[in-house]
């Protein structure tokens, strides 16, 4: 079946430093694929997403870009702000299965 | 426009008593889906609705958990009896028409932390 393997955490960054937080998958045909955040005492928000390979979503200064020969779609920023402390969710959705599928989560600490 | 909306957003209950979720998706969505999130996990889908009928509830513990859309739009998700390993945020979560394609983003709920003692 579908699965979504994130990095684990937790992970610490100083202020302006540069992020990258892991993500690979394994699915049949060619999901969707998410992240997701969920900021403390708030619900999951999408962040980005990506429908088809090579496709890259960004918001917020974050980007990830849909490497299907890779599986992967690893989650970065070029300079991490304290504001960005979260727990990160990567996720897929099967083609004609709408249901989310996600990784374990990877918790962000950032430090002024 | 509103969010989704669950309450209560805290629960303590004795394990065997019972417990009832309720969920209201964003005006207009069709699809309304039931996760639960253990802590230090992801969100796991317990169940989906596409409008007041099921589409998959392979992952629902139908001993003990159910669900219902009544009408299309709120739905209920209720444990009898609840167990210890039921201790999770319970998020509810939907989407526009469910059909997974490029513009049909799932919009999440602030969940129901249950803990069961």
């Known amino acids: 079946g579908n699965s979504v393997t994130q990095m684990e955490g937790p992970v610490t960054l100083s202020e302006e430093a540069f992020l990258t937080i892991n993500c690979t998958y394994t699915a049949t045909g060619y999901p969707s694929l998410f992240w997701y955040v969920q900021y403390p005492g708030e619900g999951l928000q999408l962040l980005l997403k990506a429908t088809k390979a090579d496709d890259k979503g960004s918001n917020k200064g974050f980007e990830a870009t849909y490497r299907k020969e890779t599986t992967s779609f690893h989650l970065e920023k070029g300079s991490v702000q304290v504001s960005d402390s979260a727990v990160y969710f990567c996720?897929?959705?099967?083609?004609?299965?709408?249901?989310?599928?996600f990784g374990q989560g990877t918790r962000l600490t950032i430090n002024p | 426009e509103a969010g989704v909306a669950q309450s209560p957003r805290y629960k303590i209950i004795e394990k065997r008593q019972s417990v009832a979720f309720w969920c209201n998706p964003i005006?207009?969505?069709?699809?309304l889906y039931w996760y639960q999130q253990i802590l230090g996990q992801g969100p796991k889908l317990l169940i989906q609705?596409?409008?007041?009928?099921?589409?998959?509830d392979s992952q629902l513990p139908k001993d003990r958990f159910s669900a219902e859309r009544l009408k299309g739009v709120d739905s209920t998700l209720k444990i009898q009896p609840a167990k210890l390993e039921d201790s999770a945020v319970y998020l509810c979560?939907?989407?526009?028409?469910?059909?997974?394609?490029?513009?049909?983003?799932?919009?999440f709920g602030p969940g129901t932390r249950l803990t069961v003692l």
């Open positions: 005006s207009g969505h069709a699809t």
């Open positions: 979560a939907s989407s526009l028409d469910g059909s997974g394609g490029a513009t049909d983003t799932q919009y």
């Open positions: 996720a897929l959705s099967g083609r004609g299965a709408q249901k989310l599928v």
């Open positions: 609705f596409q409008n007041n009928g099921v589409v998959d």
